[in-house]
Nanobody
Framework: QVQLVESGGGLAQPGGSLRLSCAAS????????MRWARQAPGKGLEWVSG????????YYADSVKGRFTVSRDNAKNTLYLQMNSLKPEDTALYYC?????????????WGQGTQVTVSS
C-alpha cells in the first residue's frame, strides 16, 4: 500500500533552516508528481510546492518563493523540502502529497505530517 512518511520537522529560529524529507513506498515514485502542503493552526490548507515526476519542473506558493526549494531523489524514493530564511508564519503541519499523474494535478495520498515551528 502507498505510504508517505515525513520527517525533519522541529523547532527553528526565525531566519533559520530546516530540511523536510518524505520517504515514499508502495508505488512507482518516479512516475508521479509530488507536492508539499501545510496547514497552520486555525488556517486553511496551503499548497507550498510541487515537483514533476522527473524533477524537470517545480512550482512554489508566493509565500515561500525564493526561500524554499523542493527536490526529489527518484533512486531513493524520497521527496525533500529545503526551507531557508524561516519566518514565524511558516509554522504549520507540513504534509507530503502524492499526485495522480506525472504533472501536479490532484493529490490522492497524504502523509501523516511533520510539525514545523518557527519561534525565538
Amino acid at each position: 500500500q502507498v505510504q508517505l512518511v515525513e520527517s525533519g520537522g522541529g523547532l527553528a529560529q526565525p531566519g533559520g533552516s530546516l530540511r523536510l524529507s518524505c520517504a515514499a513506498s508502495g508505488f512507482t515514485f518516479s512516475s508521479y508528481a509530488m507536492r508539499w502542503a501545510r496547514q497552520a493552526p486555525g488556517k486553511g490548507l496551503e499548497w507550498v510546492s510541487g515537483i514533476y515526476s522527473d524533477g524537470s519542473d517545480t512550482y512554489y506558493a508566493d509565500s515561500v518563493k525564493g526561500r524554499f526549494t523542493v527536490s526529489r531523489d527518484n533512486a531513493k524514493n524520497t521527496l525533500y523540502l529545503q526551507m531557508n530564511s524561516l519566518k514565524p508564519e511558516d509554522t504549520a503541519l507540513y504534509y507530503c502529497v502524492k499526485d495522480v499523474a506525472p504533472a501536479p494535478s490532484v493529490g490522492d495520498y497524504w502523509g501523516q505530517g511533520t510539525q514545523v515551528t518557527v519561534s525565538s
